[in-house]
């Protein structure tokens, strides 16, 4: 299993929207609806953002919101905020019961 | 949601067996899925591999040989054993609920495994 491609970093002024994209193949990103998006603060636990390449978990802003096309799946944050600052990670399921996570995305907030 | 947390010796020696124990409250581990995911310093996460309440597994076929999960119902909680480890296992482990596929909804705060002599 290799990490799903992101780039390694995206900036953005507060206020600007941002995307991550998360790339991969038919056999992950491509062939499941299951893309989800994590978001980690330094030194914190990855927090879950995205199901389901598009669903958002209660409490989660609507500024956060997930896409895919063909093996790409992405992340786009609106209205860039201070606290945005961190790492995004995307994951697919990989096939016989197994995930692969994304590279990871670090955020700047200029 | 549930709370875990990891526990387990900080220090593991090479090519011994890193051994942790996620513990759950807020909820039963006799549902849904319970997944070990690692985090070298300063690089991204990877995927270890996950145990089902029915006491099924699956992992990530890079470490599967050297990998084993078990669930323990009475004490609410579930481990990780990992064989054989090198200095490419220091890690910060999570542990972390899975309630459909691919979300990890609740996790650990971390526990960093250093491997070294």
């Known amino acids: 299993q290799s990490g799903l491609t992101q780039p390694p970093s995206v900036s953005g002024s507060p206020g600007q929207s941002v995307t991550i994209s998360c790339t991969g193949t038919?056999?992950?990103?491509?062939?499941?609806?299951?893309v989800s998006w994590y978001q980690q603060h330094p030194g914190k636990a990855p927090k879950f953002i995205i199901s389901?390449?598009?669903k958002r978990p209660s409490g989660v802003p609507d500024r956060f919101s997930g896409s895919k096309s063909g093996n790409t799946a992405s992340l786009t944050i609106s209205g860039l905020q201070a606290d945005d600052e961190a790492d995004y990670y995307c994951?697919?399921?990989?096939?016989?019961?197994?995930?692969?996570f994304g590279t990871g995305t670090k955020v700047t907030v200029l | 949601q549930v709370r875990l947390q990891e526990s387990g010796p900080g220090l593991v020696k090479p090519s011994e067996t890193l051994s942790l124990t996620c513990s759950v409250s807020?909820?039963?581990?006799?549902?849904?899925?319970w997944s070990w995911i690692r985090q070298p310093p300063g690089k991204g996460l990877e995927w270890i591999g996950f145990?089902?309440?029915?006491?099924?597994?699956s992992y990530n076929p890079s470490l599967k040989s050297r990998v084993t999960f078990s669930l323990d119902t009475s004490k609410n909680q579930f481990s990780l054993k990992l064989n054989s480890v090198t200095a490419a296992d220091t890690a910060v482990y999570f542990c972390?609920?899975?309630?459909?596929?691919?979300?990890?909804?609740?996790w650990g705060q971390g526990a960093l495994v250093t491997v070294s002599s």
């Open positions: 972390a609920s899975e309630h459909s596929w691919g979300q990890f909804d609740s």
């Open positions: 038919s056999r992950d990103v491509g062939g499941y609806n299951y």
């Open positions: 145990v089902h309440h029915s006491g099924s597994t």
């Open positions: 807020g909820g039963s581990i006799s549902s849904f899925y």
């Open positions: 994951c697919s399921p990989a096939g016989s019961n197994t995930y692969v």
């Open positions: 389901d390449v598009s």
